[in-house]
């Protein structure tokens, strides 16, 4: 059976693209408004199959895709007026408009390789082979939780990474990090929930008081789960990297080592020397008027595209009607001043040119500063009081 995915906030494009998939045969499919959604099916389950829209960042986001599940095939859904450069056509099967569904769909099914039309059985053609899921730890004696804790103790976290848990059903064993006891638990539930043993790995999104958590985890041998709890704005490559680095310590308790002769862990692919050295600050400034409602989510999402483009992370945004506030994590060669400038000024080109506005949407100035948190109300109750934004 066939396993596809449709990402398409076109709520209704993506209905009629479901039923002319249904008339091929037996296929299993999966619909979402968003990429990042998108990214979490994908890597859960690899797809015969997926269909994405076109938009400022399609060849970014095939990219983060494949990432996922290499060599995915992927096909492009488009408007009337929408226009595609062969540099990003090169990278995908195929395109596809609405207005076109039912004529040119068959046809680019046809072309799709590792995707089979079920229906003919004269064309049909043996499927590529699963990758294989990533060996397991092989257990040579039980963890003592005492151990763990010792190692789990020397990690820093950072500021993406807020809690590391090591479980055995849904038994604690040893955590480290930001979150409590009791919320604790509710990750390694929801972690356990309909957990299939095909995967070596999960990524899912859980609600915590503060925002959105986002939780990794990886299956180890004798029911043991390393869960990694960490900002939305985490990479999946980061979480990856880091569920690796901690298994592979593991595997050197389940080895019989003792906690104090352990291998320094490190979150860098083993490269510590060539670590690049990041700094973090608070930005902010003024709309030139109060900010509409409707491009606050539109200015997060303008604000995170910057961010990712510059090799920069953003921990924290605010969008107010009153003052835009974000703290984030960048190079250390990128000062505050043009920091500053790129998120301020790249994000009212954004929306001006999505929203065809005319009018500058920011006042003049902006305050930035190093900082390792982002500024309390207090403080920025302060800071526009004083009009320190110049």
């Excluded at 995915?72 to 859904?77: D, G, N, Q, R, S």
Aim: charged share 20%.
């Amino acid at each position: 059976m066939q396993t596809i995915l449709i990402i398409e906030p076109d709520n209704g494009f993506a209905q009629a693209l479901a039923q002319e998939l249904k008339k091929i045969g037996p296929t299993t499919i999966s619909t979402v408004p968003t990429i990042p959604e998108g990214c979490l099916i994908l890597s859960q389950r690899p797809q015969s199959l997926v269909f994405m829209p076109v938009s400022d960042d399609t060849a970014t986001l095939v990219r983060a895709l494949r990432a996922l599940q290499p060599g995915v095939p992927i096909i492009l859904t488009m408007g009337e007026e929408t226009a595609v450069s062969p540099a990003v056509t090169n990278q995908v099967q195929g395109t596809l408009s609405h207005k076109n569904l039912k004529s040119h769909l068959p046809r680019l099914l046809d072309q799709a390789p590792a995707f089979v039309p079920t229906h003919d059985a004269s064309r049909a053609k043996p499927h590529a082979p699963s990758p294989a899921p990533p060996p397991k730890i092989s257990s040579k004696q039980p963890i003592r939780p005492a151990d763990v804790q010792h190692l789990f103790d020397r990690v820093e976290l950072g500021e993406l990474v807020q809690t590391i848990i090591l479980s055995q059903a849904n038994t604690i064993l040893a955590s480290h990090g930001r979150h409590k006891p009791a919320l604790q638990k509710i990750f390694i539930a929801q972690m356990n929930a309909d957990w299939n043993g095909r995967y070596a790995a999960r990524l899912q999104f859980q609600p915590t008081p503060s925002g959105d958590a986002q939780l990794y985890a990886r299956a180890l041998s004798d029911g043991y789960l390393l869960t990694l709890v960490a900002t939305p704005e985490a990479s999946l490559r980061e979480l990856r990297m880091r569920g690796e680095a901690l298994t592979a310590v593991i595997q050197q308790l389940l080895d019989g080592q003792q906690p104090d002769t352990l291998a320094p862990i490190q979150f860098n692919a083993g490269q510590p020397d060539q670590r690049e050295k990041r700094i973090s600050y608070n930005i902010a400034w003024q709309p030139q008027k109060p900010l509409r409602p409707d491009l606050q989510i539109p200015l997060r999402r303008a604000l995170q595209r910057l961010a990712h483009e510059n090799a920069c992370v953003l921990t924290y945004v605010t969008a107010d009607p009153e003052l835009i506030h974000l703290h984030i994590n960048c190079p250390a060669a990128r000062g505050s001043d043009w920091v500053a400038y790129l998120l301020k000024n790249g994000s009212e080109e954004i929306i001006q040119k999505e929203y065809h506005l005319d009018e500058p949407l920011w006042a003049t100035g902006f305050y930035a500063a190093e900082s390792a948190k982002p500024l309390s109300d207090n403080e920025l109750r302060l800071l526009l009081e004083k009009r320190e934004l110049s």
